[in-house]
């Protein structure tokens, strides 16, 4: 089902990608690959514009609502462009009982922005974020939802943002 190119605003290779998501549901419920659709055009786009939902909509036959809905659910959707490395960190409960609260403060000062805001140079963007499954490696933080680091100490932290600043 790709798109015609003229209404594209995502490449081919994106609704491919989107359309392999779509083969593992039933015809008649394309809106079950909304969150696959929407994590494929962001990887794309870097975050997802209202354009960008609506397209994701129409190419899945849903309302654009029920995909904004969808968006603004999870945190992991970016919903203005963030910096080039998302950092988000566990602020739960159990992280915080194992020395998150410190993690975040530390990378608060280490990066001189708070939570929501990017660095000025483009590079990180710092986020809180809720349980991530791995309260036993607290603290914990994703990299562009897709790395998990865990027992994320100073040291580790700083080992962390010089191997992304490279």
């Known amino acids: 089902m790709i798109a015609r190119e003229q209404d ?15 083969a593992k549901f039933p015809a008649d419920q394309k809106q079950s690959a909304v969150m ?3 994590a494929i055009a962001q990887d794309e786009k870097g975050w997802l514009s209202a354009e960008v939902m609506k397209d994701v909509a129409d190419y899945l036959d849903m309302p654009a609502i029920a995909v ?3 968006a ?9 462009p963030v910096g080039r490395h998302k950092l988000t960190i566990c602020t739960n409960l159990p992280c915080q009982l194992n020395h998150g609260d410190r993690a975040a403060a530390y990378l608060k000062q280490k990066l001189g922005i708070d939570f929501n805001e990017t ?9 809180e974020g809720e349980c991530m ?6 603290p ?3 990299v562009n939802n897709k ?3 865990s027992f994320m100490s100073n040291e580790k932290i700083d080992a962390l943002i010089e191997e992304l600043k490279k």
């Open 8 to 22: 594209m605003l995502l490449s081919q290779d994106a609704y491919k990608k989107i359309d392999r998501e779509l």
């Open 36 to 38: 696959a659709a929407l």
């Open 68 to 70: 904004q809905e969808v």
């Open 72 to 80: 603004t659910f999870y945190t992991m959707y970016n919903l203005k």
């Open 119 to 127: 660095t000025p140079d483009g590079l990180f963007t710092l986020k």
């Open 133 to 138: 499954g791995a309260c036993g490696d607290s």
């Open 140 to 142: 914990v933080l994703l």
């Open 147 to 149: 790395r998990m680091c």
